[in-house]
């Protein structure tokens, strides 16, 4: 494989990683801020107040967990794929 | 004086084009994440990285001249948008450069840039470029032709501005600059991006939001297509005063008086209405859009008729 090929792939690695990073935060915002009307509104109803915020917390450790999760495997998947095209640029050089 | 294009240019491959349309679109953001895709100002000799001293140069043109053409593409393009149809598959003459250098005895050069800075920064590295290449140029330089499509004549245009003019010599060397499909009064399209991205960040939901904000992830060198001239301290650079401009426009229809030709100019720019020197000479092509006039035998045959002329 030519260096150049070589050079464009890592770019296009790194882009990846920025476009997924950026992507699941904006998504993980959008996600949130839809989420806190309902719990907003139920959180007024005294009776229910309690369990709703204890349900809203579960829900919000998940989603940031999930979240999170996707950031680390793409960070992982990335970090893998720079190594291999650093062997990759070693050997064409 | 034949220079042969039958080798494949890699400036062709899908993904060097892929590339190219990459840097137009985000090239900024790329060069400011230090992301390898990023596309540097260069001269490129048959799709590779041309070096500017003398003996690079003369091993790259055997048939070196003492006339210097210069083209520089638009935006998201690369120096494959100037090739014939059919001449990358192995035609001879293939694009305006070899042609010149066939009838008329150039040296044709052929930038690539990141289309997605902004056009004063291209500018300054295009003035900068050309400085090299005449440094390391073998022969004495007699007149330098600049070509420009789209994007590519308002770069040419910021790096000719003549507050540079007594620190760059090649200047001096320019005869004529030849602006094709130049959006010098902007360029309606990325107004209405410019709008639309408004009007979306004006309405509170999280959707039009969300759209408005990757409407306005595009570069900085699409949003200063819509103010029409690569924007220095004062606006538009100066027209160079010792050269010749000639600015050369199609329309979508054959009738250039036609409303939607009017309207819609070449899909992309509007020609826009004569005025005296040193303001560029208007020549319209009907029936020739704005991609087609990088590469159409008409816009050609008025090159070479330019540059017999003067």
Redesign the interface.
């Known amino acids: 494989m030519e260096r150049e090929?070589i050079?464009?792939l890592?770019?296009?690695n790194?882009?990846v990683a920025?476009a997924v990073d950026a992507g699941v935060t904006?998504t993980e915002r959008?996600h949130r801020?839809?989420a806190r009307y309902p719990y907003a509104v139920l959180a007024r109803i005294g009776p229910v107040a309690a369990p709703v915020r204890a349900v809203e917390f579960v829900e919000t450790t998940i989603t940031g967990t999930v979240y999170g999760s996707v950031r680390l495997a793409a960070r992982v998947g990335g970090g893998v794929v720079s190594q291999f095209l650093e062997l990759l640029d070693a050997r064409a050089r | 004086m034949k220079e042969s294009a039958t080798r494949f240019d890699p400036a062709h491959s899908l993904?060097e084009r892929g590339?190219s349309i990459?840097n137009g679109m985000i090239g900024d953001y790329?060069q400011q994440?230090g992301?390898?895709?990023?596309i540097g100002m260069s001269f490129r000799h048959r799709g590779r990285p041309l070096a500017l001293d003398a003996a690079s140069l003369r091993a790259a043109y055997p048939a070196l001249t003492n006339k210097l053409c210069v083209l520089v593409h638009g935006f998201c393009c690369n120096e494959s948008v100037w090739t014939f149809p059919g001449a990358a598959r192995g035609r001879e003459h293939g694009n305006y450069g070899t042609r010149l250098q066939r009838d008329g005895g150039y040296t044709p050069f052929y930038v690539r840039y990141n289309t997605g800075l902004p056009i004063a920064e291209s500018a300054a590295h295009l003035a900068a470029l050309l400085a090299e290449l005449a440094a390391g140029y073998p022969l004495p330089i007699a007149e330098i032709t600049l070509i420009g499509h789209s994007m590519g004549g308002l770069v040419i245009r910021g790096a000719c501005d003549p507050a540079r003019a007594g620190t760059l010599s090649w200047m001096a060397r320019v005869r004529r600059v030849i602006y094709i499909g130049t959006p010098h009064d902007g360029a309606d399209l990325e107004r209405f991006a410019h709008g639309a991205t408004g009007a979306l960040k004006a309405f509170p939901g999280?959707v039009t939001q969300?759209i408005g904000?990757i409407l306005n992830l595009r570069s900085r060198g699409t949003k200063d297509l819509g103010a029409g001239h690569a924007p220095s301290t004062e606006g538009a650079a100066p027209w160079l005063d010792s050269a010749r401009h000639y600015l050369l426009m199609g329309t979508l229809t054959k009738d250039p008086k036609h409303p939607v030709g009017r309207i819609f100019g070449d899909a992309l720019v509007r020609v826009p209405v004569a005025k005296e020197a040193p303001e560029p000479e208007v020549i319209v092509f009907p029936g020739v859009h704005h991609l087609a006039l990088a590469h159409d035998a008409a816009v050609y045959r008025c090159i070479r008729q330019i540059c017999a002329g003067d």
């Open positions: 090929t050079r464009q890592r770019g296009l790194d882009l920025d904006r959008i801020s839809i | 993904p590339v990459l790329l994440r992301n390898e895709l990023a999280h969300l904000d």
